[in-house]
């Protein structure tokens, strides 16, 4: 029925109704014939309250048409043409909804004298607000958006690859992370071709690829995180980088991977699932510049000793040694998180001493002078540690843990930096077989070698020289275990060392890459140094805390597996994609 007969046609079927007879149709008040839309075409613009545009906000509606209603959901990309200029306006629908027609009121005594049967859902209207997102100019290029869209102007879906491209500002090319998508099913124009999506690699475009401005892989368990991980770090393998305060040599990175449950040396091995694979499919993804398949002998997995513990993951695997001589470093590695401020300063101070003293450079050497009263007696007579905090750092010290990791016997991990840290390599350190206390040594010693060598703290160690080299992507799953937004003595250091290498990942080429299923224990410094999240489901709370846009917040929870949202200013728009639904990789 047309909008402008209703108020008639409501007035027709009261009188009808008080007569007591059927309303019977008439040539007055027949339907009109509304012009057919297109099949890209979903309705007009509309203002049933007010139509505009400011850099605060906005109120872009369209009336979507019976018979469009039922084919139109929430997060479609559609285009509104100006008309009086060549550009095109490029948005999202960001709210559906049905109106009641001015003639109409649901209490009123008119509806009481229809049936329920004969009120359709012809007598509302139905309208969409649109997000506008760019402006596609007649150049190609996405501009910002300032031009308001005409009333009346039709409305379509996207129609082509590069209108997505553009109006979403994708790269061209880069590391794939997966296919731009809406409500979980890729986007296809053209042919069926889904959009690739990229995270900017290359350095003429951005100034730095984007891997050394930080990476954040969130989602709760059993929503594709580790697959969603492996397929972007395996992208990552074979970049070639210039190293900007090395005489712009191009490098390939070494990538350096965290790996509590044992799972990322799958890297190493090809997908024997591949093989269900076409050719023609494989010859696509090739294409668009997936790397399929393991890395092979590129990796390498390091396994910590650790007395009474033995690793029995991987196949072939090296085993290392956490030497005390690190603790001369990284004091830090032996105090835990029970010691205050002032006790780790005293912790501070007796390890400097004993390091300059001794000839021995072990663990049993230090428990040792740490136990002696006659040595440390000036300490206290000269009050430089009081008595209270030295039988604190004592306890901290002697517990018989530490004599199960320092110094095991296998190779020191100073002695095999050049294999753990070589350029174009993968080293995996697993950690699921040894003991807490144990794992929290080890992660924390590699984790500081790799910042204070990109951060020059370390050039006088040979290690230290070496890993500012080349690239160094440092991948750390369950990062909140190691980079808590806990505030004990151990973590704020930790943080510190951490934000400053990350503030300068650009010029460094350290890239972090932090993947974790609960971001809300992430430091929030170490957060806010990270420009791009991938956001697998995870529920709203989460949502929030890990940053992702307000309009996908509520989503989220219902993200399945291998369905995530991508957010990296630097790179595009925030935009929903699909992974791919195998790994490249052994998974």
């Given at each position: 029925?047309?909008?402008?007969?209703?108020?008639?046609?409501?007035?027709?079927?009261?009188?009808?109704?008080?007569?007591?007879?059927?309303?019977?149709?008439?040539?007055?008040?027949?339907?009109?014939?509304?012009?057919?839309?297109?099949?890209?075409?979903?309705?007009?613009?509309?203002?049933?309250?007010?139509?505009?545009?400011?850099?605060?906000?906005?109120?872009?509606?369209?009336?979507?048409?019976?018979?469009?209603?039922?084919?139109?959901?929430?997060?479609?990309?559609?285009?509104?043409?100006?008309?009086?200029?060549?550009?095109?306006?490029?948005?999202?629908?960001?709210?559906?909804?049905?109106?009641?027609?001015?003639?109409?009121?649901?209490?009123?005594?008119?509806?009481?004298?229809?049936?329920?049967?004969?009120?359709?859902?012809?007598?509302?209207?139905?309208?969409?607000?649109?997000?506008?997102?760019?402006?596609?100019?007649?150049?190609?290029?996405?501009?910002?958006?300032?031009?308001?869209?005409?009333?009346?102007?039709?409305?379509?879906?996207?129609?082509?690859?590069?209108?997505?491209?553009?109006?979403?500002?994708?790269?061209?090319?880069?590391?794939?992370?997966?296919?731009?998508?809406?409500?979980?099913?890729?986007?296809?124009?053209?042919?069926?071709?889904?959009?690739?999506?990229?995270?900017?690699?290359?350095?003429?475009?951005?100034?730095?690829?984007?891997?050394?401005?930080?990476?954040?892989?969130?989602?709760?368990?059993?929503?594709?995180?580790?697959?969603?991980?492996?397929?972007?770090?395996?992208?990552?393998?074979?970049?070639?980088?210039?190293?900007?305060?090395?005489?712009?040599?191009?490098?390939?990175?070494?990538?350096?991977?965290?790996?509590?449950?044992?799972?990322?040396?799958?890297?190493?091995?090809?997908?024997?699932?591949?093989?269900?694979?076409?050719?023609?499919?494989?010859?696509?993804?090739?294409?668009?510049?997936?790397?399929?398949?393991?890395?092979?002998k590129k990796l390498t997995v390091f396994a910590a000793?650790?007395?009474?513990?033995?690793?029995?993951?991987?196949?072939?695997?090296?085993?290392?040694?956490?030497?005390?001589?690190?603790?001369?470093?990284?004091?830090?590695?032996?105090?835990?998180?029970?010691?205050?401020?002032?006790?780790?300063?005293?912790?501070?101070?007796?390890?400097?001493?004993?390091?300059?003293?001794?000839?021995?450079?072990?663990?049993?050497?230090?428990?040792?002078?740490?136990?002696?009263?006659?040595?440390?007696?000036?300490?206290?007579?000269?009050?430089?540690?009081?008595?209270?905090?030295?039988?604190?750092?004592?306890?901290?010290?002697?517990?018989?843990?530490?004599?199960?990791?320092?110094?095991?016997?296998?190779?020191?991990?100073?002695?095999?930096?050049?294999?753990?840290?070589?350029?174009?390599?993968?080293?995996v350190f697993p950690t699921a077989h040894l003991s807490?206390?144990?794992?929290?040594?080890?992660?924390?010693?590699?984790?500081?070698?790799?910042?204070?060598?990109?951060?020059?703290?370390?050039?006088?160690?040979?290690?230290?020289?070496?890993?500012?080299?080349?690239?160094?992507?440092?991948?750390?799953?369950?990062?909140?275990?190691?980079?808590?937004?806990?505030?004990?003595?151990?973590?704020?250091?930790?943080?510190?060392?951490?934000?400053?290498?990350?503030?300068?990942?650009?010029?460094?080429?350290?890239?972090?890459?932090?993947?974790?299923?609960?971001?809300?224990?992430?430091?929030?410094?170490?957060?806010?140094?990270?420009?791009?999240?991938?956001?697998?489901?995870?529920?709203?709370?989460?949502?929030?805390?890990?940053?992702?846009?307000?309009?996908?917040?509520?989503?989220?929870?219902?993200?399945?597996?291998?369905?995530?949202?991508?957010?990296?200013?630097?790179?595009?728009?925030?935009?929903?994609?699909?992974?791919?639904?195998?790994?490249?990789?052994?998974?």
């Amino acid at each position: 029925m047309a909008e402008t007969d209703l108020e008639a046609e409501l007035a027709r079927l009261k009188r009808a109704s008080l007569a007591g007879s059927a309303p019977a149709s008439s040539p007055e008040t027949a339907p009109s014939a509304a012009p057919e839309l297109e099949l890209e075409e979903i309705g007009r613009v509309a203002i049933p309250d007010k139509l505009f545009i400011s850099p605060g906000e906005h109120c872009i509606e369209i009336y979507i048409p019976e018979a469009r209603r039922n084919a139109v959901a929430l997060g479609e990309y559609v285009v509104i043409p100006l008309g009086y200029r060549p550009e095109k306006l490029f948005g999202r629908m960001e709210k559906i909804a049905y109106r009641k027609r001015d003639a109409i009121d649901d209490l009123s005594e008119v509806h009481a004298l229809i049936s329920a049967s004969s009120v359709g859902e012809d007598e509302y209207v139905a309208l969409a607000r649109i997000e506008p997102i760019s402006l596609i100019s007649a150049a190609g290029q996405p501009t910002e958006v300032r031009y308001i869209p005409k009333p009346n102007t039709l409305v379509r879906r996207v129609t082509s690859e590069d209108e997505v491209k553009i109006g979403l500002d994708l790269p061209p090319d880069g590391l794939f992370l997966g296919y731009v998508a809406v409500n979980g099913e890729k986007i296809t124009v053209q042919g069926e071709i889904p959009i690739a999506y990229y995270l900017i690699n290359d350095a003429e475009k951005t100034g730095d690829p984007l891997i050394f401005t930080h990476v954040l892989i969130a989602g709760m368990s059993g929503r594709g995180k580790t697959h969603t991980a492996k397929n972007f770090l395996r992208q990552v393998v074979g970049s070639r980088y210039t190293m900007e305060r090395r005489g712009r040599v191009e490098r390939e990175p070494c990538l350096v991977l965290i790996d509590p449950e044992d799972e990322y040396w799958g890297l190493r091995d090809d997908n024997p699932n591949l093989t269900s694979i076409t050719k023609n499919d494989r010859e696509d993804l090739v294409g668009a510049g997936v790397k399929l398949g393991g890395v092979g002998k590129k990796l390498t997995v390091f396994a910590a000793v650790e007395a009474g513990k033995a690793y029995h993951g991987c196949d072939a695997h090296t085993d290392f040694t956490i030497p005390f001589e690190l603790v001369g470093d990284f004091p830090y590695l032996i105090a835990g998180g029970e010691l205050n401020e002032a006790q780790y300063a005293g912790l501070e101070r007796l390890i400097r001493d004993f390091f300059k003293s001794s000839s021995d450079k072990s663990y049993r050497a230090f428990r040792l002078f740490i136990e002696d009263d006659t040595r440390l007696a000036p300490y206290k007579e000269s009050e430089l540690i009081h008595e209270a905090t030295l039988g604190a750092i004592r306890r901290r010290v002697s517990r018989a843990q530490f004599e199960k990791i320092f110094d095991q016997g296998a190779n020191p991990l100073t002695e095999l930096y050049e294999s753990v840290f070589a350029e174009g390599t993968v080293s995996v350190f697993p950690t699921a077989h040894l003991s807490d206390e144990a794992e929290r040594v080890v992660v924390l010693a590699i984790m500081s070698m790799v910042a204070d060598g990109k951060t020059r703290l370390s050039d006088d160690k040979p290690w230290g020289r070496r890993i500012a080299q080349f690239p160094v992507i440092l991948a750390v799953d369950e990062a909140h275990n190691y980079l808590t937004a806990s505030q004990t003595q151990q973590d704020r250091i930790i943080i510190e060392k951490f934000v400053a290498a990350a503030k300068q990942g650009r010029k460094d080429r350290l890239g972090l890459v932090l993947i974790t299923q609960n971001p809300q224990d992430v430091s929030e410094a170490v957060l806010s140094q990270i420009s791009t999240r991938i956001l697998l489901g995870m529920d709203q709370v989460m949502a929030e805390r890990a940053g992702a846009p307000a309009h996908y917040q509520k989503a989220l929870p219902y993200f399945e597996k291998g369905r995530m949202v991508i957010h990296a200013p630097d790179n595009s728009h925030p935009v929903e994609i699909r992974g791919l639904p195998f790994c490249v990789v052994r998974h």
